[in-house]
């Protein structure tokens, strides 16, 4: 039997440098007998020769298009928008399952050319847990985002938007960072931020209340919520009575809402910034129903509008966070994804890509009538 060929596509969302395989599991895999070819990429955190001196061929960015049936093409983001069918079986995150905006679109592709989508949000293990993650690093990065956005509010004027951000080399830089703003921050207000994580208990609540730890936010003022307390119901005023709230929850069934615009209109509110770690910005499952702009790296918050009384706030709702430390979150979730990459030579009868090809055959049937017909 032939190896097993995968085909590692260069990344084409703006601003992103994460790889769904590294130097490191590239090496692995061609060690188990797998030909890894890799796309040449001018934003990939690790440098084209990091990967051939893993044993890997590099190829032209962009030729996953025109490879053989038989390779599967690995990415992380999903694919720029175009209309032509998709042969291939594909490893990435299509952001389509949860009925964001254009989800039919995007899906009908695969089956329209035979293809297969084995999306990287729902790979599980045989307890409903996703095998690789990228939680911790995006509540990391949003936590330490936020706490920038807050000094930046009580430092320049209110029609000085917040800065542009870039990836950093390495988790110590932002700290560095994050750890100035928030001095000038706490020196200008008086007093520390009073911070909320949801989903405090998860991988990326647990990365937001590293990041605020590290940065120096005093432990009381982190308020690390989970389910216990959720489970009566929002919207919270303890949302409204701090100056940041980041929201770590992944839904996939709708459930009240934590704040809304409703919500805001209180005079005392405290609230300036919002970090949605979960961006799903067009989801109808959201939580946080008070924006409909996703957020950039270039442009890292959105105003909320129409707001009577309270300060100004600012919604963070950028979809790829870990990307600002690319290179550390693109190796913790290499190395969790590793097993399961490994039984990509038999993926069919392999129970957790198995699981995966289920669900895209069930999310296939919901298409609406003609979305295969284009």
Known sequence: MA?????????????????????????????AGYVVNVERSPERIFDDSEFEAAGATLVPEGSWEEVPKEHIIVGLKELEEKEFPLKHVHVQF?????????????LARFPRGGGTLLDLEFLVDERGRRVAAFG????????ALALEVWAHQLTHPASEPF???????????????VKEALAAGTQAAGRAPRVIVIGA??????????????????????LKWD????????????????????????????????????????????????????????????????????????????????????PALSVISIDHLPSLLPREASEAFSQDL?????????????????????????????????????
């Open 201 to 222: 208990l998860g991988r990326c609540g647990s990365g937001a209340v590293d990041a605020l730890r590290k940065a120096g936010v005093p432990e009381d003022n982190i």
């Open 338 to 374: 590793l097993p399961s990459l490994l039984t990509l030579n038999d993926w069919e009868n392999s129970p957790v890509w198995a699981r995966a090809k289920k669900l895209f055959d069930e999310k296939v049937a919901t298409l609406p009538a003609g979305a295969l017909e284009k």
């Open 227 to 310: 389910m216990a307390e959720t489970a009566k119901g929002g919207p919270f005023k303890e949302i409204t009575d701090s100056d940041i709230f980041v929201n770590c929850i992944y839904l996939t069934s709708k459930i009240p809402n934590f704040i809304n615009h409703a919500s805001l209109q209180t005079p005392d509110r405290k609230l300036s910034v919002v970090c949605d770690v979960s961006a799903d910005t067009t989801s109808p499952f959201t939580p946080v129903p008070i924006y409909t702009v996703a957020t950039t790296f270039d442009k890292p918050t959105v105003p909320v509008d129409n707001l009577t009384s309270g």
């Open 3 to 31: 190896p097993a060929v995968l085909h590692l596509r260069s990344e084409t969302k703006p601003l992103e440098h994460r790889s769904a395989l590294t130097p490191t599991t590239t090496a692995a895999l061609i060690k």
């Open 94 to 106: 299509a952001h389509c399952y949860k009925q964001q905006a254009g989800w039919e679109n995007v």
């Open 163 to 177: 800065h542009g951000v870039a990836s950093y080399p390495n988790e110590d830089a932002l700290i560095t960072n």
């Open 136 to 143: 911790f690093h995006a509540g990391f990065a949003g936590a």
